[in-house]
């Protein structure tokens, strides 16, 4: 048992490969060209090969070689072998033309849910055979995505302090607040001041998305700390804020 595996070791993937063209191809000067290498080179391999496993590989009485019943054997798992290599090498080659795979997107919900769906089919239209897995959630939650490796790509807010990430600004847009038709904002025929709007009873996002945080901001630049003890009608979903403002 012990001789065997020492027999074993001795062998590389390079015999074994020579061996896998030599019994492909037949023959030791076909093998030789193929692997442009000499003749009594690939002899000396399969030679070596043959010592290892205590077998010949070849009957070499006839002017044609043939595979021994040990040789067969041997060939049928280089056949499995080589095979693996081969798709190893068709996988990644798909992988590096973007032809298969998964593309996890982690995405905030106002990018998630206005902005990537139209980037999506067209991505499917280009690649088909790419799977996508797209995971939802606040700013900070799908930058932790990306910073752990647990998706690819994110879309959300700019957030500091990434420290393997780099960000790439795709769009800006300003905000704008809303108010339902019945509200006695909308027959208002001038503007807010801060206070006033402070004064309301918002429907804002959870805290920690964007939308909040900037507009926490601008309470604080103008003054207004009020806001900040003020209840609010907090939302996490995008579609139920509109629900929200449509009906009050």
């Known amino acids: 048992m012990h001789k065997n595996q020492f027999g074993i070791t001795r062998m590389n993937l390079e015999h074994l ?31 070596g090969i043959e010592h290892a496993l205590r077998n010949p590989l070849f009957d070499r009485s006839k002017r ?18 080589f095979g693996i290599f081969r798709e ?33 089919g067209e ?30 790509v ?26 339902g038709p019945t509200s006695p904002l909308a027959a208002m025929k001038r503007s807010l001041s801060a206070k006033e709007f402070a004064e309301n009873y918002l429907v804002m996002r959870q805290k920690g998305s964007r ?4 507009l926490e901001e601008w309470f604080k630049c103008v003054g207004v700390y009020e806001f900040l003890s003020m209840p609010v009608i907090e939302v996490k979903e995008p579609l139920h804020k509109r629900w929200v403002i449509c009906y009050n």
Request: glycine share 4%.
């Open 17 to 47: 490969k020579t061996f896998h063209v030599v019994a492909s191809l037949g023959s030791f000067t076909e093998a030789a060209k193929a692997l442009y290498m000499t003749q009594p080179a690939v002899s000396q391999q399969i030679q």
């Open 64 to 81: 044609q070689i043939r595979l021994t019943a040990k040789g067969k054997i041997l060939f049928s798992y280089t056949q499995k072998l």
């Open 88 to 120: 190893i090498e068709n996988v990644f080659s798909d992988l590096n033309h973007l032809l298969t795979g998964e593309l996890t997107i982690a995405a905030s919900a106002v990018m998630g849910n206005y902005f990537l769906s139209s980037f999506i």
């Open 123 to 152: 991505f499917y239209k280009k690649y088909p055979l790419i799977s996508i897995r797209l995971e939802m959630g606040d700013s900070a939650y799908v930058t932790h995505l990306v910073e752990e490796g647990l998706a690819d």
């Open 154 to 179: 994110a879309l959300s807010r700019h957030v500091k302090n990434l420290k393997h990430c780099k960000q790439k600004l795709l769009i800006k847009e300003p905000y704008v607040c809303v108010c």
């Open 211 to 214: 939308m909040r945080s900037k």
